[in-house]
């Protein structure tokens, strides 16, 4: 693989030299194809890949949050995945840049989170940014930046005081409440009114939005765990002969841009405005992921993801009903679902193995109870994202064909629109 995507072009680039054909004699073996390796070692390697991923993912989250004592320290864990995959996708500068750029974006997405038409504006501009990506060749690592601003976007992860910790696990075993809702929440929520409950929530994930200590805590944490997963991806591959990102023409860029831009801010100012419906992340993610530029589209993936998605639903509905209840452990004094994360994690490793192999579809499979595992609080919540999670992917890929036939068909009535180039007549040889 490295010889062909290095050596080979560099020696395309001369005229090879013609030679006389080499006679086989008996004497001489003929070439035997590479050996496969044996399972138990492919096994291995990709649990040994999957723990070290892990592990970079989880060390900056842990260590944060032993400091702060705050779960939005999982935003680490995100910001962790944006640097090891820009480093695999563009190289240690590239993701440098792109963890400042996505620390600095991290407190605008939340702010940008109180209306609908904000929301909407910024995620179009991360969307444009990716699409100049595409250009050369980086908008594959790029678009990991809206896909996880989404989610502080849309419901960011509190904040939660020492004073909030009495009554915070108590409410949390509602049946379908969050951790936001819970800290919002008054010390004795009994005597009032569903109307004024929401209304103290909502006030109170107002005034979260704006509390500039808050916001510079979740730009350090962006920062934090993609630098730092950046770094150790470029020592782990500092060995590895990565492939040269493509550059893609304006012709197949412009309309690429122009899908994921529309596609992208409709669906978070859909989400915005409808704040009680659960995993619009999802639906960025599938929009982003699925477009494909030029006017090809990706029916094989997009086929594996619906259907592994479904098949992850039933999956993940099935660890649901093994869970039962909920039950909470304090780590460094917070409430945590333990028995959903170590469920999450476990998944997750699985997933992250499968990602490397052919069986694209099992990867999808298992990605689904492990983002609802580790996106919830709630065993309610666990099989609410599920399903939201379904409905986004249908949605998606349902919205990324449909934007994919349009402008396959604009470009052929482009081009059946362009005037011939008049080529002069040849003119004859002399005799």
């Not at 004699?25 to 590479?34: D, F, G, M, Y």
């Not at 109307?195 to 005034?207: C, F, G, L, P, R």
């Not at 990602?355 to 694209?360: A, I, N, V």
Request: hydrophobic share 55%; aromatic share 8%; charged share 10%.
């Amino acid at each position: 693989w490295t010889f062909m995507t290095h050596v080979r072009p560099v020696l395309g680039t001369a005229r090879p030299r013609e030679e006389a054909p080499i006679m086989m004699t008996n004497t001489q073996p003929a070439a035997q194809p590479p050996a496969k390796r044996p399972l138990s070692k492919v096994v291995v390697r990709r649990a040994c890949i999957a723990l070290v991923l892990m592990a970079v993912m989880l060390v900056p989250f842990i260590a944060l949050m032993a400091v702060t004592k705050q779960p939005s320290a999982s935003y680490a864990a995100m910001g962790a995945i944006i640097g090891a995959m820009s480093v695999a996708v563009g190289g240690l500068r590239f993701a440098v840049i792109v963890s400042i750029v996505t620390s600095l974006l991290a407190p605008l997405s939340i702010i940008a989170g109180l209306t609908p038409l904000t929301g909407a504006i910024l995620m179009a501009v991360m969307a444009l940014t990716v699409g100049r990506m595409s250009r050369y060749g980086l908008h594959r690592a790029a678009l990991l930046v809206p896909v996880f601003l989404a989610w502080p976007m849309y419901a960011p992860v509190p904040w939660v005081t020492s004073e909030q910790l009495t009554h915070v696990k108590d409410l949390l075993a509602r049946k379908g409440l969050s951790l936001a809702q819970a800290v919002s929440l008054p010390p004795s929520p009994s005597g009032t009114t569903s109307k004024a409950t929401q209304h103290a929530i909502d006030q109170a994930m107002i005034a979260l939005r704006m509390d500039q200590k808050y916001l510079a805590w979740v730009a350090g944490f962006f920062f934090i765990g993609s630098i730092v997963a950046a770094l150790a991806m470029h020592l782990m591959l500092r060995k590895v002969h990565l492939p040269v990102p493509a550059p893609t023409s304006r012709r197949d860029a412009v309309p690429y841009t122009i899908t994921i831009v529309v596609l992208t801010a409709i669906a978070t100012y859909y989400f915005l405005n409808h704040p009680k419906q659960a995993g619009g992340a999802f639906l960025i993610a599938t929009i982003l992921v699925l477009t494909q530029v030029g006017h090809e589209i990706a029916w094989k993936v997009t086929v594996e993801r619906v259907l592994g998605t479904f098949g992850g639903l039933g999956l993940l509905l099935g660890v649901v009903a093994v869970i039962g209840g909920n039950s909470y452990t304090e780590v460094f004094g917070i409430p945590f679902p333990m028995h959903l994360y170590a469920i999450g994690l476990l998944f997750g490793m699985l997933a992250i193995a499968t990602k490397f192999s052919p069986r694209l579809w099992v990867y999808y499979v298992l990605i689904v109870p492990t983002t609802a595992l580790l996106n919830a609080y709630t065993t309610a919540q666990v099989a609410h994202f599920g399903r939201a999670r379904l409905v986004d992917n249908v949605v998606g890929a349902v919205a990324v064909i449909v934007a994919a036939l349009i402008a396959l068909g604009a470009s052929k009535v482009v081009r059946s629109d362009e005037p011939a180039v008049n080529t002069p007549p040849a003119v004859p040889a002399p005799t």
